[in-house]
């Protein structure tokens, strides 16, 4: 299993940016996607988490700015930010538990895509 996450870059603040997450491989269902991040001298920490029976969950610091969701179809989770501050400029890393075809479950790392945000 594979995750290949993309959509980072610059953006001014006040700025939006869609980060994208794809899964690929022998998946048989996804249960929790989520979203990290890990700024500059910070430990990771989470952002946001999508889990396959509708429940979300936004982390205070980015709530009314950042909404995750989902296409089951495509093994696929989005991160919409908006209104986005400097204080977002981080890596951002998105995660699955990931049943495979041989039934097992086990979390799966996307590679992290980049977000700067300038003042």
């Known amino acids: 299993v594979q995750l290949q996450a993309s959509g980072g870059g610059l953006v001014q603040a006040g700025g939006s940016l869609r980060l994208s997450c794809a899964a690929s491989g022998s998946i048989l269902s996804i249960n929790v996607m989520g979203w990290y991040r890990q700024a500059p001298g910070k430990q990771r920490a989470l952002v946001a988490t999508?889990?396959?029976?509708?429940?979300?969950y936004v982390a205070d610091s980015v709530k009314g700015r950042f909404t995750i969701s989902r296409d089951n179809a495509k093994n696929t989770v989005y991160l919409q930010m908006s209104g986005l501050k400097p204080e977002d400029t981080a890596v951002y890393y998105c995660?699955?538990?990931?049943?495979?075809?041989?039934?097992?479950?086990?979390?799966?790392w996307g590679q992290g895509t980049l977000v700067t945000v300038s003042s």
């Open positions: 999508s889990t396959s029976g509708g429940g979300t």
């Open positions: 995660k699955m538990y990931v049943e495979r075809s041989d039934l097992i479950w086990n979390d799966y």
